[in-house]
Each structure stands twice: as structure tokens, then as C-alpha cells.
């Protein structure tokens, strides 16, 4: 029993270092403004889904523990923005976007950047960290603007893709 | 049935845990672990990103079959591998004039933030880096400074970056001083220059040896536009940097 906890963990723990190295790949191999997609939010989104369960909080607070490893900012900050929007998310897809739909993936694909990308500005504002308080206003909504659509997009294809090939999300098998 | 506000506290108690146990030290061994298992991918993505584009910008319009493909990845090998032994070369070459105490450092990522121009190297605190220690490649170009240093890798915060600030001269007739900055990772500007000073197009910027722990005299780039108010105080120069930021591999961080 024990060992069969151990292996679900150690399984847990791999697969967020892949969503996390996901993540890098695309940072460093596409070019602007495609690089901006979140490829984080967009795994957390499909998975909550998926699973239906709020054990993606700690499966996002893992994942943002790792790109908290490699980040510039005073360490927390994204570790807090990105566990709390999660958590956040979950509260909206329990009680606002309660189905399983191309719509719900899109709003929620959307909440999650924005409510993740609040969090970040307002610590780190709170900080007066250099790296917010020298960016102009309109290039700070820009990044952001871009991450939220293609993450949308991605998170889009990727429902689409296990809509048509996985019956998890069929309607008709959910009645 | 937990109310959100418990679920919330709960959360947010765990994280600032988190963030606690970092700050007294607790948490290192456990951040060196996990660096030490996606360091290598990072390092992996990030040579692959340079040599893609240095493959791309020297091969446009190759033929496409399946032997000059295999070609294409040899070629990429081979210039990446041409490029880090002349770099190490010119690096050796710059250190072995100077008495300054250096680490040299592998490039294995650019920034995880949305905004910021930084890059990561795989040498931290360990080997004897710091905030603000600067970081240079080939004959004494600066890059940029650490922004950040952890046990077994740093940030470096590049030139052309927003929040980047360096103590910088001009080598033209006045000797002028002023502050180099960055400007949201695609340009370096020079401010802060008198207006009654002359400066020309051409003429070399460098460190200036005022800032703590920046030696004087290593390269930031050359003056490619002056741009003057005439009822103001200063002039501004948009510099020309010595060095192609995007395809940086091997560099040398000065810790002394």
C-alpha cells in the first residue's frame, strides 16, 4: 500500500518536472510572441477537467515550485500567484463553469491568466520590484495579452485533441 | 464540508511556509535537487534554441533532401562547437591579462518571466558568484550582472534589459560619463551625457570603473544615434552592443 503511494507521488512529482520542461521548450525554442503561451495554466486547466479534482492546487504549487527555481523575481511570488489563481480556478470551475465544453475550457483558460497574472503584478508592485515598477503600463498588458490567447488557443487544441480521441469528455457517456 | 476561507488559509499557509523555509536555508538542498534534475533539459533546450538559429541564419535557402538534412545537423554541431572553443579562447586570452578572479559559466536557459532579459548559468553561490558580480564574453564584452545567485546557478541580467543600469564612459575627446540602460531587451541607450559634450557616431562605450565590483574598461558597445534636446541638460546616445545576445553560450563571471 505504502509502496503503491510512493509510486503515485514519484509519478506526480515526474510528470510536473515534464510539464515544467514543456514549459521551457517552448520558452527558448519558438520565437515571440509565441513563446508567451503558458504552458503551465494551460496543462492545470485540461487536468482539472480531466480529474475533476482540487488536488490540482498542490499539482500547481509544484509546478510553479519548480519555475519559481528559475525566476527572477524574490522567490514566493510566483510560487503564491500561481498556487492561489489555481485555487481560485477551481472555486470558478466548481461553481461558474461547471461543464465540460469548449467554452469552459476557454474561460477558464482565461480566468487563469488573468487572475495568475493579477496576483503577479500586485506582489510584486507591493515589492516595488524593479521589474514591475520600470515597465510601462500598455507593455505589461501586451505580454500578458499574449500569453492569455495563445494559452487559450493551446489549451483549445489540446481539449479538442482528447474530445475526439478519448471519451472522457463525451457528453453522451457523462448522461 | 471545509469552508473556502479554511481552504484558502490553509493554502496560503503552506506557501508562506514554503517561502520561509527558503529563506532560512531549509529548502536548499531539496531546490539543489530538483535544478540538478532539470538542468540538463534546460541546458539541452537552450543549445538546441542557439544552434537552430544560427543553423537558420546560415543556411537559407539549402536544399532539403535527406542528406543535406543530415549535413545541416553536423554543419550546426560543428559551428556551435567552432564558436565555444573560439569564445573560450578569447575569454582565456582577456583573463590571463587581468588579476581579476573569474568562474566560467555554461548558458542553460533565457528568462522564465514574461518580462525581463535575463539568461541562466549553471554556476551559483558554490562557486563564489554574487548579486551584481559582472559577466563578460570573448575579449572583456560585458553582458550584463548577476541578478540573482543560488546555490548552484544565477541569473544574469542582460544590457538590453529594462531594470539594467551600468556605470559606463565614452572613449571620445571628453571622456564622457553617464549610465548605461536597457531598453526592454532591444536597445542599450547611454543617458545622462552633458549636452556640451561631443559625441560622434563610432565612438566606443565602456565601463567606467565607478560602479562597486564593475572593473573599469570592459566593452559595451559603440554610439549609433545621438539624440540631443536642445533646452536639456544631457544628451543621449543609442549604443550599438558588442555582442549578439540571443546566441550566447560560454561566459565568465568576474567575482573579484
Redesign the interface.
Known sequence: MSMRYLFQVLKVVGGC?LV??IH??F???FPYPLN?INVIFMFLVLAMLWTDS?IM?WVS?LLH???E?????P??IV??SG??AT?MLF?LYRNVFINRSFVAVVSLSAAAILLYRLLYTLTLSIFAH???V??PFF??IG??AW?MLFTIIGAVILYGITYRFTRRFDVKIIR | MIS?RT??LG??S??VL??IT??IGWLTPV?VF??S??NP??GA??R??VA?SRTAAGSQGADCSEAVASCLVDKAELIRLRGENAELRAQLRFLSQTSYTSVGAEVI????????T?L?INRGMKAGISKNNPVIVGDGHLIGKI??A?ED?S?V?LLND??SRVAATMQNRDKSIGLVEGG?GLSIRMNFIPQNEVVNQGDAVITSGLEEGIPRGLVIGTVEVVEKTPQGPFQEAILTPAIDFDNLALVSVITH
Open positions: 518536472i515544467a520542461i521551457m521548450a520558452l527558448y525554442l508567451k482540487g492546487v504549487f515550485f519548480f519555475i527555481l528559475y525566476a527572477l523575481t522567490f514566493g510560487l503564491f498556487t492561489i485555487l472555486w524593479p521589474i514591475i520600470q515597465q507593455s505589461l505580454v500578458y500569453e | 473556502k481552504v484558502a493554502v496560503s503552506v506557501v514554503m517561502i527558503h529563506f531546490e530538483f535544478r534534475l532539470i533539459a534546460s533546450l537552450y538546441t534554441s537552430l536557459g533565457r528568462n522564465i518571466d514574461p518580462i525581463g535575463t541562466i541578478a540573482r543560488d546557478t541569473i541580467r529594462n531594470a526592454y
